[in-house]
């Protein structure tokens, strides 16, 4: 019988199996190092957490780990972005689809599609909280969108068509006015639900700031009347 050219060896099914460990052991380490980063940033913030706090926590002993892995704090930023970004994005797009059906005023659209998406995601996904909290220390002046000229340390993933429709809603300003509305949107959109996340955790929070649904949908009328409001004279 003619022999398989094709046959792994046993050498060979050794070393692709060290890489294999190898690769599994390293995706696990990064993960480490997310959750860790994200839960102190989240519960103090970015820029009060040293790496080698977040190592300690990431229960690793190794102190160039981190850097191994993320290069410096941005690349841990960002990947802590990455980790959640898709999931978000495709329950926008789910928002974007509904906003067609639904008749929503462009200002009505923006706001929804901001906002729902993240509070959907924080219902079924625990680190969510997580994300939200610092997302809202990074977004107003780390975001193309709203500060283009800003250094900014990572970037966000885009969505053309709620671009679209926070441009429409946006067209009654000057583009001076717009670009500073588009600000604040953002900014109290992301301090917004981080507070929101935030009074459910504390227990001698009041009933009626506890029940985020209704939070949540009072954020999305003070950001439809922002967006709507007239230009300042």
């Known amino acids: 019988m003619k022999k398989n050219s094709k046959q792994i060896s046993p050498a060979n099914s050794s070393v692709a199996a060290l890489e294999n460990k190898h690769k599994t052991r390293s995706a696990q380490t990064r993960d480490l190092f997310i959750c860790a980063a994200q839960k102190l940033y989240a519960e103090r913030s970015v820029d009060s957490v040293s790496l080698s706090e977040i190592t300690v926590a990431a229960g690793q002993k190794n102190r160039n780990a981190l850097q191994y892995h993320f290069g410096n704090r941005d690349g841990l930023l960002q990947a802590i972005l990455d980790r959640h970004a898709t999931t978000v994005h495709a329950m926008r797009r789910d928002f974007i689809a509904l906003a067609k059906q639904s008749g929503w005023s462009d200002a009505e659209a923006s706001a929804r599609i901001l906002i729902m998406p993240l509070a959907e995601y924080i219902a079924v996904n625990p680190e969510a909280v997580h994300y939200v909290k610092v997302l809202s220390q990074l977004a107003a002046l780390n975001s193309e969108l709203v500060n283009p000229s800003g250094d900014s340390r990572v970037s966000f993933q885009r969505e ?16 001076a006015e717009a ?12 301090h917004s639900i981080a507070d929101i996340c935030r009074a459910e955790e504390i227990e001698s929070t009041a009933a009626v700031l506890k029940n985020k649904q209704a939070m949540f949908e009072q954020l999305v009328s003070g950001v439809e009347a922002l967006i709507k409001a007239p230009a300042r004279t």
């Open 160 to 175: 053309p068509n709620l671009n679209k429709i926070m441009r429409r809603a946006f067209s009654h300003l000057p583009a």
């Open 179 to 190: 670009q500073r509305r588009l600000f604040l949107v953002v900014s109290i959109t992301f």
